[in-house]
């Protein structure tokens, strides 16, 4: 036979090596296959062929891998301890791994980590995978004190190989502290570097420490500095660390073999067998829904913990619903079972029952959200994928999602088997999973497993608590003209609400104390054909520019602050460059970022509740700001302000230009045009700037904004992106040599920015910096929005103040041409404005 590892093995040069028993070399090749995939850190990929996750391979042969690990760690506990331990496991590939070690075990209570926030549960902990597609875990028992240890007696006076009795659940019977520090059993596919094991320990030895770890995997395939390593790790922590695996090796990787990886998965992306979305048949129904009767009270699996209690009800029943299954699938002879992401138990032990109930030849495998190449050659483990749309309304919002080695592999029906949170209109769309299902085989069955809701009353302390229920994120085309992956809006929309109101009136109670700026909006500015030409021709000749410094900065982020960022721009101008920077990730890397905008007021702060709502579904450390430019860097210490209150943001932005000097990840410090500050809301997906006012927006709500439908004729949101882009392969040399340069450079902030805005204040009677706005794009929003007073320009500037000389003729505004400015421009708003100020006229707005 051929090894499904041979292709990448031949081209790349990687190697699995044994670990110098007889056969140990082939052992490994029995039970891992390569693959290819994007990824900033690791390119290769290995594919298990007994794990169930992208390998159809028996039930049987899954769970007994599982089970039997699960015994091997009871021998090595002893039965004593064994009782005792509790066993986690890792979302999303090891969730059934995990839970058939702890059917092996016998006893022990078993939970996964997940990234599916529910609401109500709180949060027992978290941690993140480094080298994963999707990084956040989240740890959300439903017995608070699983995890510390202290479960009440599970099943003490029962033969584990019998099964617990019925009544045997966590939290029943014996003093807490009988069982305290029990051991924490930690299972994943493979144990490669150690990062995600020592990721979780360190997280909750801190908080729940113990005296005894257990990491559990398939395959064991540490370096051996990464072997030194987990040592050193356990002396530090005062704990013993043991591991369990199947098997052990290394993967020996020649040098450059993360590049000609990267490159060689972008040469075969496009190309691969990737199987194109299908619609389902007009008049073919999709799939047969098959009632399981699952048993009432047992939970979907272990994201919530699952007990040998709840054990002890599903194995009797399984029987009766694999004859269920039988039934529907009538004479079908190859069938593959096929589970859902996090939710591999259930699918699984539903195989492991229609193999004993048929003489059917079954499979089990399931869907993933992480993205492989694919390539149709028998050496190499993913030879087909189908792509779909994700289906349970995820946390960090829709994307795509896989099912490998379905497509071609001559299944005559696939049973799938979803949780009701994923038996949603997205599953059954024409684009769908199902549809996808349908197009590859004669018969799909829909098996629904009810998702588990804990009833545990919360107990967690105030400071611990998950935010009341928040809405989810307003996405396009419902709000915003943007793509609906593109950018999630952490605000509440106010389309409807008449927040409009005359520059000069806004102007006048803004300066007298009378009102806040992000009470009221300004008339959206309704660009003349000149000034639209104006924008064309600026965006046509800065577009390279623009790109270059998208991709320095996303490189500087990716590099300094963590490999796999949730992007959170600050809207609205900020919100543009999330955008470019999440596609930078994406066209290069193959990373798909999640991205949100928020509202941050000059005085008033960051939104709380759009902070309460990332907190609840991403780890706050990978939360980067985003904003556009940095004029005197007064959002920049807004912000700093703001996050002191929330533990674990970083408030350093990172942005597009720093001509201010005010933060040290920025793709540029030069001072130029960037020709989405040429526009308002047609340049950034029709939204207004931000809105809070009492009235409008409550203790709980977020921040609002507008979406300007009735603009669409106009917008250039989709073109601005695109024209940027367009360049991203032409810049990406000099985006590296730049990245390079930085990196080693003293970037720290100098705030010659604001000195030079004081100085301009006094220097022409001001003695507001508020009034000063010093840059291109603050200049033209002072332009756009509010009373100009005069326009200070760097004596010589070119091109970049096109459209700010023509602005300023509209509004009949001075322009001043001036030696020594730190800026190309600056903004002055007139510091006592009256009606008869200059710009009263409003030329470039447009009254309704």
Known sequence: MVWSGSWVAERLGVELVGDGKPDGDSELRELLGLALRRNPKRAHLLVSNVLGKHVPQKPSVVYGAGFELGRRVRELLGDAEARRAVVLGYAETATGLGHAVADGLGVAPYLHSTRRPVEGVARAGGFEESHSHATSHLLLPEDPDL????????????????????????????????????????????????????????????????????????????????????TEFAAEIGARVDLVARSSGTVALPEGVLEKGQALVAAHEGAGPAAPRAAVEPGRRPCTRVDLQWPAGVPDGGRHGFTPAHRATLEPALPAMAARIAEALGDARRVLVLGFEELMYAPLRLGTALEDHTDAEV????????????????????????????????????????????????????????????????????????????????????????SYVPTRPRTDTPERQEPPMLPEPLRGPAFSSYAPD?????????????????????????????????????????????????????????????????????????????????????????????????????????????????????????????????????????????????GKGAITRELSVALAEFEGFDPEIAVLADPG???????????????????????????????????????????????????????????????????????????????????????????????????????????????????????????????????????????????????AEQRGVPVEEVDALPYTCVGLIHPKYTRGATGADGKAVESK
């Open 147 to 230: 995890l510390a240890g202290e479960c009440g007696p599970t099943g003490a006076d029962v033969d584990p190989d019998v099964g617990a009795d019925a009544d045997a659940g966590m939290g029943t019977g014996a003093d807490a502290d009988t069982y305290a520090g029990a051991p924490l059993v930690l299972v994943d596919d493979e144990f490669s570097t150690g990062n995600t094991v020592l990721n979780t320990i360190r997280a909750l030895h801190e908080r729940y420490p113990r005296s005894r770890y257990v990491i559990v995997a398939l395959v064991d395939m540490r370096s051996p500095a990464d072997r030194g390593r987990l």
């Open 661 to 807: 000097g005010c933060v040290r990840t920025y793709g540029t410090r030069e001072d130029y045009l960037i020709p989405s500050a040429c526009l308002n809301s047609t340049v950034s997906g029709l939204i207004s700037r931000t809105v809070l006012r009492s009235d409008l927006v409550g203790p709980e709500d977020f921040h609002g904004a507008k979406f300007y439908r009735e603009l669409a004729d106009t917008d250039v949101s989709g073109h601005f992106l695109d024209t940027v882009a367009a360049h991203f392969d032409e810049v990406v040399d000099a985006v590296d040599a730049e990245v390079k340069e930085l990196l080693a450079a003293d970037r720290a902030p100098t705030w010659e920015g604001w000195a030079a805005v004081e100085r301009i204040s006094e220097e022409y009677g001001i003695h507001d910096v508020n009034l000063v706005k010093p840059g291109v794009g603050e200049t033209t929003r002072v332009l756009l929005r509010r009373i100009p007073w005069k326009i200070l320009a760097k004596r010589g500037a070119g091109a970049d103040l096109e459209h700010i000389r023509l602005l």
């Open 363 to 450: 499979r089990y495998s399931t869907t993933t959200r992480s993205p492989v190449l694919a390539v149709d050659d028998p050496g190499y483990a993913i030879r087909t994928r189908l792509v779909f749309p994700a289906h349970d309304n995820p946390a960090d919002g829709p994307g795509d999602r896989y099912a490998y080695n379905v497509a071609g592999a001559g299944f005559d029906a696939v049973v799938l088997a979803v949780d009701s949170a994923a038996d949603t209109p997205e599953l059954h769309a024409p684009d769908g999973l199902l549809a996808q299902l349908a197009a590859h085989t004669d018969h799909v069955l829909l098996a629904v497993v009810p």
């Open 486 to 630: 593109e950018v999630g809006w952490l605000l509440q929309d106010l389309s409807d609400t008449e927040l409009e109101a005359p520059t000069e009136e806004r102007e006048e109670a803004i300066q007298s104390g009378g009102a806040h700026y992000a009470e009221s909006l300004p008339v959206e500015y309704q660009p003349s054909a000149q000034y639209q030409d104006l924008f064309k021709a600026a965006l046509e000749l800065s577009a390279a520019r623009v790109a270059r410094a998208v991709g320095t900065v996303t490189e500087t982020v990716l590099a300094e602050r963590t490999p796999r960022p949730v992007l959170v721009s600050l809207a609205r101008a900020g919100t543009p460059v999330g955008v470019l920077m999440r596609r930078w990730a994406l066209h290069r890397y193959g990373i798909d970022l999640p991205h949100y905008a928020v509202s941050i007021v000059r005085g008033r702060g960051i939104d709380a509740n759009a902070l309460r709502w990332l907190a609840a579904h991403h780890d706050p450390a990978d939360v980067v700001f985003v904003d556009g430019w940095t």
